[in-house]
């Protein structure tokens, strides 16, 4: 469905809006002003002021729609999909049990330094279990390593990211900068 809600919402802003008001500054921007109107929403309920609760509370969903909507601006400005990096930030963040594991949120694996004088020594942590996905920066990495790695899952790959990748794999266009 967000899927859907991002390609309608693409036609609907390029019908509606020139090319220099669809940037992702300006998406981002539009994204603030939602968040500023959800926070306005939920704070004057919680105080209990400037209207009713029925009132807030529709003010804070059409606020919370809006956000995603110019969040799907800011996907389209950007080259990614926002479904897609929904999908991927839920794969990390459903692992994390904050109620278990208070420092990292995540499992560990431990392993037990022993006892000093009776008194338990603190476990290191040895390495954190991984979720399975890869993060942006081991596949940026990946594409450091390997410039033949396909980079086009890199989510916010930047300008200067690419010139990172560039001057590491010595693939300077105007080579000026080859040592
Ligand atoms: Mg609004």
Redesign the pocket.
Known sequence: MLRQIQDEAGQWREHNFPPADRTAAMQTLGVCE?SG?LAHAVLKDAQGIRGTHEEHLAEAK??AG?IVIYLCGVADAMGFDLATAVETAWAQVKDRDWTQHKMTGLKTIVENTGTLHGIEEPQEVVAEVPTGMPTQHELLQAQIDDPAVDSSNIEGDTPMAKAMRALATDDVSDGSTKG
């Open positions: 939602e109107e059409d606020a809006d």
